[in-house]
């Protein structure tokens, strides 16, 4: 390989070290593992139109670019934070020439959930008849934040955050690159500190990367205060990071503990260090029912519009809407009980695995099944007024109870 320039080294060592080829790439074995069907159509230069669905740093845009050297057609790419309607019609503007000669173009959309609906639309007609093959890359469920028309037409793909161990393994082809890496460094790391890197970059390969570069250009020797350091500096800039979770963790005990004024103060800083309010909004859905639950039905209504509010107006009109939804919540009566009962329930199924459903309750569609007592001596409920006796339960946990009301 070619000898890293000044120029090469102005690059960040998480693009430098961007896998170039299928083969180097780290992780996601799910999806490429042998005789998997997007390796395959990868590596024939056969791919559908497809969304990428995963967390920072799981290896999205870098599926993208090497899909980019293995094409033998056209390879678009632009982000949906800076382009709009215009590029994308110039782009498709030059995909149908290039159709008209054989040509196919693969459109590559970073960020695909921040498009709008407008935009959005423009593609569906050139996805639907093939001037296009799209990529879509999103942190966000497409299901909320892609056309249902045109999540129709795409494949979706969903990569999962990164583990430790590889984390590790691209950490260690970074430390032992000398031409675009830092082998000629001699960076001396321990095993232990280089997973303790690992784990605190929480699965995203680009912040660990960067974290290592840093630290590097602190110390030739790095241990797990000048990791921290970096980690600092890394973070600050990365609303994924661990002071993201801190914050999330202080504005939920917060409103646990009813302190509105408190929860209110964590959610301005996630809101103002930029982060989704959609992501606020899932976490006060999941918060109405795990700690509020039963004590307050109206909790998850209220969490649920916040979220509506959000994706309508989006911000900074949204962020009155979240302050709503954080104050009712920690104003709100509180109760785990259903959190703690569904918890029991896992924990038998755990232990007693898939225990058979009891004959009377069994749905009986064939006369097969009711020659097999499916649905047999079942009391209609409403034939008892609700007060018939009969159990529900497999036999392995009859008369269970998990709730304590």
Request: glycine content about 6%; aromatic content about 8%.
């Amino acid at each position: 390989m070619k000898e890293m320039t000044s120029q090469t080294h102005k690059i960040p060592l998480a693009d430098r070290m961007r896998p170039k080829a299928l083969g180097d790439f780290i992780g996601q074995e799910k999806l490429f593992g042998e005789g998997k069907i997007l390796k395959k159509a990868i590596e024939t230069d056969n791919i559908p139109s497809i969304i990428f669905w995963g967390p920072p740093g799981s290896g999205k845009t870098t599926l993208a670019s090497i899909i980019a050297k293995i094409t033998k057609g056209g390879f678009v790419k632009l982000s949906a934070t800076t382009s709009g309607v215009k590029e994308l019609r110039n782009e498709i503007k030059k995909a149908e020439e290039l159709k008209m000669k054989n040509i196919k173009t693969i459109l590559f959309i970073d960020e695909i959930h921040r498009f709008n609906k407008s935009q959005q639309d423009t593609l569906l007609p050139f996805v639907e008849n093939g001037t296009i093959i799209l990529i879509g890359a999103t942190t966000e469920n497409p299901s909320f934040e892609v056309n249902n028309a045109l999540l129709s037409r795409c494949r979706v793909f969903v990569l999962e955050k990164l583990e430790s161990v590889h984390i590790i393994e691209i950490l260690k082809k970074a430390l032992d690159n000398k031409s675009i890496g830092l082998g000629k460094s001699k960076i001396e790391i321990s095993n232990k500190d280089l997973k303790f890197l690992a784990e605190m970059s929480d699965g995203d390969a680009r912040v660990a990367l960067n974290a290592l570069e840093f630290a590097s250009d602190i110390s030739k020797k790095i241990d797990k205060r000048i990791i921290e350091e970096a980690l600092q500096k890394s973070l600050a800039y990365d609303k994924n990071g661990e002071e993201h979770y801190n914050i999330i963790s202080a504005l939920h005990k917060s409103m646990r503990g009813g302190d509105a004024d408190a929860a209110l103060y964590w959610l301005a800083r996630m809101l103002k260090g930029g982060e989704n309010p959609l992501y606020i909004a899932r976490r006060l859905i999941r918060f109405a029912s795990e700690d509020i639950g039963i004590a307050n039905s109206l909790a998850l209504n209220q969490a649920v519009s916040a979220y509506q509010a959000c994706h309508y107006i989006g911000m900074p009109e949204c962020s009155v809407n979240l302050a709503q939804a954080v104050v009712y919540m920690a104003k709100s009566k509180k109760s785990n009980k259903l959190y703690k009962a569904y918890n029991k329930a896992v924990s038998d199924i755990k232990k007693y695995g898939n225990l058979p459903v009891p004959f009377h309750i069994r749905n009986a569609p064939t006369k097969l099944m009711k020659d097999l007592d499916y649905g047999k001596e079942y009391k209609y409920s409403p034939d008892f007024d609700y007060k018939e006796k009969q159990e529900y339960f497999p036999e392995k946990l009859k008369k269970r109870k998990y709730l304590d009301f």
